[in-house]
């Protein structure tokens, strides 16, 4: 069983920043890749960066130069630095893991975090 628990999300101005944290537990063997997603109501959840356990790193179009993900491996943590942001940015933000446990890999979700951003 791996547990992914998030923080960082909250209410803040456009052009502000927040950094998003990803925590994973567990039965943990290995993890591939990290991923962060974010929905908004009514709308499929879509992607918004991915960074494998190499360090290669993709990100959707609507926040390149303004988004870094970063892991720390150590701590089996993954993080969402977000800055510049804007209203658009608005969204429920969800961390996905893929990782290696009990000799199968799987996709882990976390609950999300709710980002706000005010015009």
């Known amino acids: 069983q791996v547990q992914l628990m998030e923080s960082g999300g909250g209410l803040v101005q456009a052009g502000e920043s927040l950094r998003l944290s990803c925590a994973a537990s567990g039965s943990i063997s290995s993890i591939n890749a990290w991923g962060w997603y974010r929905q908004v109501p009514g709308k499929q959840r879509d992607m918004v960066a991915l960074?494998?356990?190499?360090?290669?790193?993709n990100y959707a179009d609507s926040v390149k130069g303004r988004f870094t993900i970063s892991g720390d491996n150590a701590k089996n943590t993954v993080f969402l630095q977000m800055n510049s942001l804007k209203p658009g940015d608005t969204a429920v933000y969800y961390c996905?893991?893929?990782?290696?446990?009990?000799?199968?890999?799987?996709?882990?979700w976390g609950q999300g975090t709710q980002v706000t951003v005010s015009a």
């Open positions: 960074i494998t356990s190499g360090g290669n790193t």
């Open positions: 996905n893991l893929l990782v290696v446990t009990g000799g199968l890999t799987r996709s882990c």
